[in-house]
T-cell receptor, first 113, second 112 residues
Framework: GAVVSQHPSRVICKSGTSVKIECRSL??????MFWYRQFPKQSLMLMAT?????????EQGVEKDKFLINHASLTLSTLTVTSAHPEDSSFYIC?????????FGPGTRLTVT | DAKTTQPPSMDCAEGRAANLPCNHS???????VYWYRQIHSQGPQYIIH???NNETNEMASLIITEDRKSSTLILPHATLRDTAVYYC?????????????FGDGTTLTVKP
């Protein structure tokens, strides 16, 4: 299957700082990328959908000003968690789709202290 | 996107076939059935997908009922490394609309 990478794989930051997570599709062009969040022992929760060159669509309850998403190219999307707080600590997973198929990145473990 | 229903957990003996069921009774005509699995602390791994015909690849087989209201993922010879949470998802097979909504999945435990 296609490869989707995320960077960093894990990050620890202090409360109040911002953290940027990158998601790249390595061998295909992803016209749509998705961002998910997963808390321990829970399923993946979709946060937002982004299409290249346009604004992201956020799911209900997800603050767009706190979770900034940029999908500037067909191979790169970024998620910035602004003014992070301990409750934002989670496993963030991106996904990329170039059509019918959808592939997931390995995830980024964010810990906010 | 249509909701899916899966049993919360299943056990399977190593070397035997694992059959994981999924109900998706409200699936629409343009929605595909996808299966992913997630091993602890990793991103979901794509397994297989289908629209209405049965599908097979090197990992698994997907059997979709004629009315498309349910499907079964078959791992023909389960190994210990197949222990994971398996998610059945239905989504429109189109880039702009095809977001995947995850349910709770089935935790498959393969036992020696």
């Amino acid at each position: 299957g296609a490869v989707v990478s995320q960077h960093p794989s894990r990050v620890i930051c202090k409360s109040g700082t911002s953290v940027k997570i990158e998601c790249r599709s390595l061998d295909f062009q992803a016209t749509t990328m998705f961002w998910y969040r997963q808390f321990p022992k829970q399923s993946l929760m979709l946060m937002a959908t982004s299409n290249e060159g346009s604004k992201a669509t956020y799911e209900q309850g997800v603050e767009k000003d706190k979770f900034l998403i940029n999908h500037a190219s067909l191979t790169l999307s970024t998620l910035t968690v602004t003014s992070a707080h301990p409750e934002d600590s989670s496993f963030y997973i991106c996904s990329a789709s170039g059509g019918i198929e959808q592939y997931f990145g390995p995830g980024t473990r964010l810990t906010v202290t | 996107d249509a909701k899916t229903t899966q049993p919360p957990s299943m056990d399977c003996a190593e070397g035997r076939a694992a059959n994981l069921p999924c109900n998706h009774s409200t699936i629409s005509g343009n929605e595909y059935v996808y299966w992913y699995r997630q091993i602890h602390s990793q991103g979901p791994q794509y397994i297989i997908h289908g629209l209405k015909n049965n599908e097979t690849n090197e990992m698994a087989s997907l059997i979709i009922t004629e009315d498309r209201k349910s499907s079964t993922l078959i791992l023909p010879h389960a190994t210990l490394r197949d222990t994971a949470v398996y998610y059945c998802i239905v989504r429109v097979g189109n880039t702009n609309a095809g977001k995947s909504t995850f349910g709770d999945g089935t935790t498959l435990t393969v036992k020696p």
